[in-house]
């Protein structure tokens, strides 16, 4: 998901860069989308994982 986000930003930025204003809006707003989506379950999920307690392995 991440990888997605950052195609679409790179994509806008070198639409911005042919002159393509209507599409490169559009793909990084895509990818803005996709980059706080990304963020939101990867904080969800973060938060899960100290809550849950378990899975919590000892090196030997």
């Known amino acids: 998901m991440f990888r997605a986000a950052i195609i679409f930003l ?3 930025l070198m ?3 042919l002159g393509a204003y209507n599409f490169a809006g559009l793909s990084i707003e895509a990818g ?3 980059l706080i989506a990304f963020l939101v379950l990867a904080f969800i999920s ?3 994982s ?3 307690g378990r899975n919590q ?3 030997p």
Do not use: E
Request: net charge positive; proline share 0%.
């Open 50 to 52: 100290l809550v849950s």
């Open 10 to 12: 790179i994509l806008g």
């Open 46 to 48: 973060f938060l899960a």
């Open 32 to 34: 803005k989308m996709i």
């Open 15 to 17: 639409a911005i860069a």
């Open 57 to 59: 392995r000892t090196l």
